[in-house]
């Protein structure tokens, strides 16, 4: 008895060293067979073809293709293959949801959403706002292959001002992880120093708001010197810059800095100028359309449980997302009546301050007249002003507002399409009801709404994603030599985008994954 005790713990000793060692082994050589490719070079489909992946990489592609014996080989008959998806905003560090659940931004809810990444065919993403540190423990566990996630792009913290676009958004309480998600750049100085804290400690991509906002509620803005010195510091490592802006003098501004991607200009539609200056620089253009008014139409009541019914969706939501998305105590139901109030401006603000600086002087006069009156120089005594009654906001209706942004965004969409601008994706996932990998497809879907083609739009989430953050040269399109990144489909994308979400079998480095298994390591 004793000795079969020993042999299994001996058994149990070896199984447990053996599994990190058993994850870091090269994945099998996998053969797709008889597929139609879509290999995101530019080229037409081509039928009736083959694509070998062996460690990890595209080996063959052709008419007859030789495997070893070893290789899985699975029928791609009527099927079809796409480079392996990028998004390039994904941001793990706050919940999608509600945000009244602890455990929505816990690290096994951040865990979830890679997996979902890697189910709705996303190979790449790259993290935005958050923290550094923790984006690189999540990318070293992928590249061990003991987390199934896409390959990880780490941006670290939002560079921003003071106070400005996204810091405020962050509560007082949550002011320690504020300060790991955000950089607030004060001077060049400071901008220097955090600028070197993101490229010498693994980042891979800047991530920068210069934002004022919207015009009735301005916000701080990083000055031009420090956004400058800002991409000056990540070219000088070799590191793409994306910046999101509000208008176009934002946009030209942070062109004539060297920025890499302009993401937004949320605030007007994009002008000829912007549009020139990015086609002679070169800059590619993120439009997020997901993050900008969608919420409106997801938002109501019916929208919102044919959305959350949609299987790419549905298999994405943990018990505890699916709980706090029921909650009538959290976010969503508040956003609906939220949406038919009014923008409570600049001018709004600046007008109470001023009725309670009355109201405070007129107190104190009071005050000051009931002391004289207990003096008995006879005077009678003062009562104190009732305060001013609020005031109504004066602005626009916050769901008129989104829902003109949603135009605006469509809009630049084919403007910067005709003027042969490159349109990347990136969903915005981490903003309400923008999904982690469900996300993208939404993304993709509304930029065909704008104008695209599903062959531009799938251009757009492969090959001119990777170019934006400088991984083409192993990604973005099959070809060989390249990394095996491929999304086996059940159906035809170019006959409906939709399609796209009808996933077979997702290759991340040539590790074969099925969609209904993405937390099988």
């Known amino acids: 008895m004793q000795s079969s005790r020993t042999l299994f713990r001996i058994a149990l000793t070896l199984l447990l060293f053996s599994l990190p060692l058993a994850a870091q082994l090269p994945p099998p050589a996998v053969l797709i067979k008889n597929v139609t490719l879509f290999d995101g070079t530019g080229k037409p489909p081509q039928t009736g073809v083959s694509i070998l992946v062996d460690n990890g990489r595209i080996k063959a592609i052709g008419a007859a ?143 920068i708001v210069y934002d004022s906002g919207p015009a009735a509620r301005p916000a701080p803005r990083l000055s031009d010197d420090v956004l400058k010195l800002i991409i000056t ?97 959290g976010a969503l139901p508040q956003m609906r009546l939220v949406l038919d109030e009014r923008m409570i401006t600049r001018a709004d603000m600046e007008a109470a301050q001023a009725d309670a600086k009355k109201a405070e002087e007129a107190a104190k006069k009071a005050a000051e007249t009931r002391q004289k009156s207990k003096g008995g120089d006879g005077k009678k005594e003062a009562v104190a002003p009732a305060p001013p009654a609020p005031r109504e906001p004066t602005g626009e209706r916050i769901g008129t507002l989104l829902e003109k942004q949603q135009e605006r965004a469509e809009q630049n969409v084919k403007r910067a399409l005709a003027a042969g601008i490159p349109i990347v994706t990136g969903s915005g996932a981490g903003n309400p009801l923008i999904f982690a990998g469900p996300g993208l497809h939404r993304e993709l879907a509304l930029l065909v709404k704008a104008g695209m083609t599903p062959i531009q739009a799938i251009t757009a989430a492969t090959r001119n994603t990777a170019a934006s953050m400088g991984k083409d040269a192993d990604s973005g399109t099959i070809e060989t030599g390249k990394l095996g990144d491929l999304v086996l489909l059940d159906a035809d994308p170019l006959a409906d985008i939709g399609n796209l979400a009808k996933i077979n079998t997702v290759l991340r480095g040539g590790r074969k994954i099925t969609p209904d298994e993405p937390d099988i390591y």
């Open 65 to 207: 293709v030789d495997a070893p014996a070893r290789a899985q080989v699975i029928d791609g008959t009527g099927k079809y293959v796409v480079p392996g998806l990028f998004d390039a905003r994904v941001q793990l560090s706050s919940s999608p949801a509600n945000r009244i659940l602890r455990a929505e931004v816990g690290e096994e809810q951040r865990v979830a959403w890679m997996h979902s990444l890697v189910a709705a065919g996303v190979t790449s993403a790259r993290l935005i706002q958050g923290d550094l540190v923790e984006q690189r423990y999540f990318q070293h566990w992928t590249t061990l292959d003991l987390l199934n996630a896409p390959h990880l792009i780490a941006a670290g913290p939002t560079f921003t001002a003071v106070d400005g676009i996204p810091a405020d958004q962050y509560p007082v309480l949550a002011r320690m992880v504020k300060e790991r998600e955000v950089y607030e750049i004060k001077d060049v100085d400071q901008a220097r120093e955090k600028a070197r804290v993101v490229a010498h400690n693994g980042g891979e991509a800047f991530e």
């Open 233 to 329: 510091e990540a070219h000088g490592h070799d590191l793409k810059v994306f910046v999101w802006v509000s208008y176009n003098e934002e946009a030209l501004t942070a062109i004539a800095a060297g920025a890499d991607v302009i993401e937004g200009i949320s605030e007007e539609v994009v002008s000829d100028a912007v549009l020139a200056e990015m086609a002679a620089k070169k800059v590619a253009f993120l439009p997020s359309l997901a993050s900008q008014g969608d919420l409106v139409t997801l938002i109501q009541p019916e929208a919102m449980k044919t959305y959350l019914a949609d299987p790419l969706v549905a298999r994405s939501l943990s018990p505890v997302m699916k709980k706090s998305l029921a909650s009538e105590k």
